[in-house]
């Protein structure tokens, strides 16, 4: 039957999200339709994945905001939800060890539903395992989101670890959307580690550009003007409730060093 062998995929979008925009959530919808029409994958699930204030990135508001708000702006989404596990560490963590760690909750979640099955269905389950035909319940494939200024950032001495790079993509895969003027496919064919690994890069094109940019949006904000449809409208009056970004916010971590170039090269802060 169709759709027995498609791959169940959930797609897991890791950054500041500071604020959330619209075009955060476009990735999500691009991602699933891109995906689905290869006729391989049925996209079950979407995370957002809010880093931890310990990133230290300059103008990086509180984790408690930035949740907030991710949730703010998928309460109407029937599929893309919001995760804390990561921003509530009191340390940065690597993008690797989040991806680990929602694969192993995705496998824990499969493995309560096969526990559920096996007590509900006993006398079935009991004689489908004396047959041939029993169909093991398999994990979903984690899949990491992301735009081509992810895929760029590769290559930004100390900003990953190789090792990491080649995990993402040789076990789990990306799935990267262009934006203007970038060149995925270039930037993947001049990467020895990409082309490796070109296979597992899924590239959608999004062919209604629309370049909203969080730093952009922040600058706006600063200046008191109008941010609206760039942004949920929920999370634009959260934003005016909370008076959430201004000159003070925005040289937060000014003078501190990004906390993968410190943990990669030693350095800290002056």
Same mark, same amino acid.
């Given at each position: 039957?169709?759709?027995? #062998? +498609? !791959?169940? %995929? ?7 999200? &500071?604020? $959330? *925009? ?10 699933? @339709? ?35 708000? =991710?949730?703010?702006?998928?309460? &109407?989404?029937?599929?893309? *939800? ?16 989040? $991806? ?8 824990a979640a499969e493995q309560n539903e096969d526990d559920v099955d096996t007590v509900r269905y006993a006398k079935k ?8 035909? /029993? ?8 899949? +990491?989101?992301?735009? =081509? @200024? ?13 090792? @990491? ?12 959307? *262009?934006?203007?003027? !970038?060149d995925p496919y270039k930037f993947i064919h001049q990467s020895d580690l990409l082309w490796k690994y070109r296979k597992?890069?899924? %590239?959608?094109?999004?062919? %209604?550009? #629309?370049?909203? !940019? ?6 706006? /904000? ?23 970004? #201004? !000159? ?6 000014? @003078? ?15």
């Open positions: 039957m169709e759709g027995q #062998n +498609m !791959s169940k %995929v959930v797609l897991l979008a890791c950054g500041s999200f &500071n604020p $959330i *925009t619209n075009m955060h959530l476009r990735m999500f919808e691009l991602a699933r @339709d891109h995906l689905e029409d290869t006729g391989r994958y049925s996209v079950i699930k979407g995370i957002i994945s809010p880093v931890s204030d310990g990133y230290k990135k300059k103008g990086l508001i509180e984790a408690c905001h930035r949740v907030e708000m =991710a949730r703010l702006a998928t309460e &109407n989404s029937q599929w893309i *939800t919001v995760d804390s596990w990561e921003c509530l560490q009191p340390e940065w963590v690597e993008t690797l060890k989040v $991806i680990r760690h929602h694969y192993e909750e995705q496998m389950r009991r004689y489908l395992e004396g047959t041939t035909h /029993l169909k093991i319940r398999e994990c979903p494939q984690l899949m +990491m989101l992301c735009g =081509a @200024d992810v895929l760029e950032s590769f290559v930004i001495p100390n900003l990953w670890k190789q090792d @990491d790079i080649a995990e993402i993509l040789g076990r789990y895969g990306l799935v990267c959307i *262009t934006r203007s003027g !970038s597992n890069i899924h %590239v959608v094109p999004e062919w %209604v550009t #629309n370049e909203i !940019s969080a730093t952009h949006v922040r600058q706006a /904000l600063r200046r008191g003007q109008s941010v609206r449809y760039l942004l949920p409208d929920d999370v634009v009056q959260y934003i005016q409730e909370h008076q959430l970004y #201004n !000159s003070d916010t925005e040289q937060k971590n000014a @003078d501190v060093i990004l906390a993968p170039l410190q943990r990669y090269t030693g350095a800290s802060s002056s």
